[in-house]
C-alpha cells in the first residue's frame, strides 16, 4: 500500500484511506450485504453508485489492501470480491459509525436496525461477526463462531421491521 503520506496522525491516514463518500459504503455492503460481485454492489446499492465510480473504488480499495478479487468459480466472466483481514477489522468501526448516525442524524428505522443490535452486541457481537467474515472471506470455517449467524440476525431484524412498517404479517 503507497499513501501520499500528509502526515503521521493515526486519524488523517485512516481517513485517506476509507474517508472518501464510497469506500465505506462499499465496504458496509461487502460486510452487512454479503455483496461479492461487481453486478450485486452496483444494483443492490441504496445510494446509487455509478458503475465507474464502484470500478474505481474497487480498484482502490485492493491496491489499499482491503479487498481482494479472485475469478469466480461459478462463471468464467464474474469476479469475486473478498473482505481482507484488515477490513474485517474496520466492524467495530462500522458500530460506532452507525451508533453515532442512530444518535445525532435523522435515520430510518429499517436502515438503522443492524446498527442498534451492533451497539447492543457490543465487542462480544462484533467478535462473533468479524469470525464469521473471515469464514466467509478468507475462507477459513474455523473461524465461523458457533451458533446462529450474526449476518442472519441481522438481516432477519432488518427484514421484520421492514415488515412490520409495511403492514405485512
Avoid at 74 to 99: C, D, F, N, R, W
Amino acid at each position: 500500500m503507497t499513501l501520499d503520506l500528509r502526515s503521521g496522525c493515526p486519524i488523517n491516514l485512516t481517513m485517506e484511506v476509507i474517508g472518501d463518500r464510497w469506500s465505506l459504503i462499499i465496504l458496509r455492503d461487502m460486510m452487512f450485504g454479503n455483496r461479492r460481485h461487481f453486478r450485486e454492489l452496483l444494483k443492490h446499492s441504496l445510494e446509487g453508485i455509478a458503475s465507474n465510480i464502484l470500478a474505481a473504488r474497487l480498484k482502490r480499495l485492493m491496491d489499499l489492501g482491503l479487498i481482494t478479487r479472485a475469478d469466480d468459480p461459478s462463471h468464467k466472466q464474474k469476479a469475486i470480491y473478498s473482505l481482507t483481514e484488515a477490513a474485517i477489522q474496520l466492524v467495530p468501526v462500522m458500530a460506532a459509525i452507525g451508533g453515532w448516525g442512530r444518535r445525532h442524524l435523522p435515520v430510518t428505522e429499517e436502515l438503522s436496525i443492524r446498527a442498534q443490535l451492533l451497539e447492543e452486541g457490543g465487542p462480544d457481537l462484533w467478535n462473533d461477526f468479524m469470525a464469521e467474515l473471515r469464514a466467509i472471506h478468507l475462507g477459513d470455517p474455523a473461524a465461523q463462531p458457533p451458533g446462529k449467524s450474526v449476518l442472519a440476525r441481522l438481516n432477519e431484524a432488518y427484514e421484520a421491521v421492514v415488515r412490520r412498517n409495511s403492514g405485512a404479517c
